[in-house]
């Protein structure tokens, strides 16, 4: 057995082990990251995002000296999004579950927690080609909440931490699968692990973060916490977020917290060759132009509003909705009028998942759907178009089509040919169900009371989601929360 000690272990590799890990460091802490994943394979569900963080702030100008400088900026228009806007959203699309104080500290801590990894050497930018569109003068208006992001998005992101860690004297170990807490006299001291070859390892501590993500990536725990059928879900990011370390904080008595019968889910290219933990796509296998055409199910139907708000605030519920069609599989459909304002990172690379026709009949049979059902669909809801409002997509521009289900906003007429049909299905990010802590991270036992060393952090702690969340608000979150465990731990 190979033992080693440390003042702080942090278990995961992502962006709230590092956040977590950063904050240690810099009290001078002696801090190990144990990784699961060799270096290739590095990063947890960070690596695999876009990068996009959301935070509170007062516009542009506010932006300026943390973003990278882009000639755009100049005609660029960022509207403020206060903490008040933030913590609305967060009720909003949580249906008013999120914790309150959770998200009290996640909002008034956004914006000081970014510009302290900025200030480490972590790079941001204004997010133009997922969270702006071109006006037609030549100016950029951003939208949704959602505007910065990291230069290089996840791969970025983790490359940056990893950087600063080294900076900062923190050791990285890889390949390190930990699988139990070591308790002394009910405190947590240290975890039990294996490396790659199967050897045994002991790593003792004064503190544990755990920042090991959610358990996402076993199919068994999907289905008996988010229920039947959820086995089949695509696994967007890291395999290796199987719930090991929540598991093994319940074993010695933590109490759950969070929401365990919900995720964030997205739709998810359903023909890709490779659609599960993609290291080289990572997220540009999502489908997020959704809002601008419909989306019909494999009898032809549409079965949800594609256009209910801006797609930040419905994006991670909708994969769930493809789930529950028959095959968990659906199509977006766009005409040619459409199919220009598509996300060019998400619509345009070789080897996805795509039919195309010069009428709807033939899309319609390119897809393995009833030609008169998709036609009748069609008809349908271009018919019912209220072309008196003008179609704005930087705005709820309430241009409506009074179907069943209604679409609300942006709904333009799918008439002019070619025509194309992307095939999605249900990707899973990450569970909402965690560990229950305190407003540190210090993880909390079935009475309320803190287990002695144990930390937690990231994905792992539950209480900030339920149903939804904002998107860029969960490297947000880790940021906040890993920080905050760490300045204690």
Known sequence: MNTATFDVIVVGGGNAAFSSAHAASERGRKVVVLERGREDMAGGNSFYTAGATRIAHDGMASLKGLVEFDDRHEVTEVPPYSTDDYLADLIKVTDGKTDRDMADVLVSESHDAVRWLNGLGLKYRLMYERQAYAREDGTYLFWGGLHIGNVGGGEGLVADHTAVAKRLGTEVRYGIHVTGLILDRGKVVGVRATDDEGNGHEFHAESVIIASGGFESSPELRREHLGAGWENAKVRGTPYNEGDMITAALEIGAAKGGDWSTCHSVQWDAEAEQNESNRELTNRLTRQSYPLGIIVNRNGKRFLDEGADFRNYTYAKYGREILRQPGSVAWQIFDATLRPMLRTEEYDMPGIGVHTADTIEGLAHAMGVDPAALVSTVETFNAA???????????????????????????????????????????????????????HGRVLDETGAPIPGLFACGEALGGLFSGNYPGGSGLTAGMVFGRRAGMIA
Do not use: Q
């Open 385 to 439: 178009i209220d072309r008196n409002v003008p179609f704005d997509p930087t705005v709820l521009d309430g241009r409506v089509s009074l179907t069943e289900p209604l679409k609300s906003n942006w709904a333009s007429p799918i008439e002019t040919g070619p025509f194309y049909a992307y095939p999605v299905t249900c990707g899973i990010t990450f569970t909402f169900g965690g560990l229950k802590g305190d407003l």
